[in-house]
């Protein structure tokens, strides 16, 4: 079914009452999809990360490019990359390696230097954001034209695997209050599983000013501000297949930091 | 407005109006059973809310979708993806 429509995927995936079929001769960029993968320590899960993303591409048939951006790994993260570059190719995978871990902000600013695609995906190298979910996304994103789509695990059929009792209440009465006080027609917002169109993603970064949960926030909720549409995917979160996850004191107390500087200033 | 704007001004106008009622200000006279019932309003209010708060999360937490299939697909899945890198060449 792809092969009819040669000139790219839109004629395939709108023909449910989209735009028509471009004539031939006429030329017409295809979309893009730069995928940022910042890691750090992630030299188990970065190749089957890499593995699934590739896999769900190229049965999707959507063109794209992964950049790695690792930060001065001790564990051989980036020997791991290297490698991946070689087998996969230069044109499908890139690294753009740090010396040492610096903030999400900057990790996604060096990321998107030089990328070639006109949509960024940011998703985490862990394996629990799964590859499959990306076309969903970028459909989902055609659909209403959205300037940004974000994962939701709070709807639909979305949902976790590998959490306890604690860790749920944690995650739902923290989302709780943040809908109430921001109130921000998303109804997950500390995901870091999302699509945006290029210029979108380079305004929201250039005002965010925090770190880890907050900052996928800050990434957010501006965004009904300066009139952007926010779309969302249901998607499974299965939590660290290897490694430790982390949720402590002071992931909770920066988070109601954050939280409420974005109540004070959004 | 910022958020935090429009909740004040939401507490400014509920609260003034609150105050203006019970009191008697404005020469409003209520009846003795409305301001009986207007006074201690905001507690009621706030332990309302908290009930809603906790049963609004309680029920999310219970609801929360288990994604066994998901978690069982990505296993053999990494299975698939090892083997498949191995032979490409990968050294993990």
């Known amino acids: ?266 | 407005m910022t958020k935090l704007a429009q909740w004040l001004w939401a507490l400014a106008l509920l609260g003034s109006a609150w105050a203006a009622l019970t009191v008697g200000a404005l020469g409003l006279e209520l009846p003795s059973p409305c301001r009986e019932v207007l006074w201690p309003l905001p507690a009621y209010l706030l332990v309302a809310a908290g009930c809603y708060a906790l049963g609004t999360v309680g029920y999310r937490v219970a609801t929360f979708h288990d994604c066994e299939d998901a978690a069982r697909e990505l296993q053999s899945q990494i299975q698939e993806a090892r083997a498949d890198l191995g032979r490409r060449g990968l050294r993990f």
Request: with cysteine; hydrophobic share 35%; net charge positive.
């Open chain 1, 1 to 266: 079914m792809l092969a009819q429509f040669h000139r790219g995927p839109h004629g395939g995936e709108s023909c449910a009452g989209g735009s028509p079929r471009e004539p031939e001769g006429r030329f017409r960029p295809r979309n893009k999809y730069s995928v940022l993968l910042p890691t750090y320590n992630e030299r188990e899960n970065l190749p089957l990360t890499v593995w699934l993303l590739v896999k769900s591409f190229s049965e999707s048939g959507f063109n794209y490019e992964i950049r790695i951006i690792d930060d001065g790994s001790p564990d051989g993260t980036r020997d791991v990359a290297e490698q991946l570059e070689k087998i996969y190719g230069l044109d499908k995978i890139l690294l753009r390696p740090r010396e040492k871990k610096l903030g999400l902000r900057t990790t996604y600013i060096h990321g998107m230097k030089h990328a070639t695609g006109n949509y960024i995906i940011i998703m985490d190298a862990d394996l629990s954001h799964h590859p499959k979910f990306i076309p969903e996304f970028i459909r989902k994103q055609r659909e209403g034209n959205f300037d940004t789509v974000s994962r939701t695990r709070y709807k639909g059929n979305g949902g976790v695997h590998g959490w306890d009792l604690k860790r749920k209440m944690t995650s739902r009465g923290a989302n709780f209050i943040t809908q109430i006080l921001l109130r921000p027609g998303a109804s997950d917002l500390t995901g870091s599983f999302r699509l945006y169109k290029k210029e979108v993603v380079q305004k929201l970064i250039e005002r965010c000013l925090s770190r880890g949960y907050v900052f996928h926030m800050e990434m957010i909720v501006p965004a009904r501000q300066l009139d952007y549409t926010v779309g969302e995917v249901p998607v499974s979160f299965v939590d660290r297949v290897y490694g430790d996850s982390k949720l402590g004191g002071n992931e909770i107390v920066s988070f109601l930091k954050g939280l409420l500087t974005l109540f004070a200033t959004t």
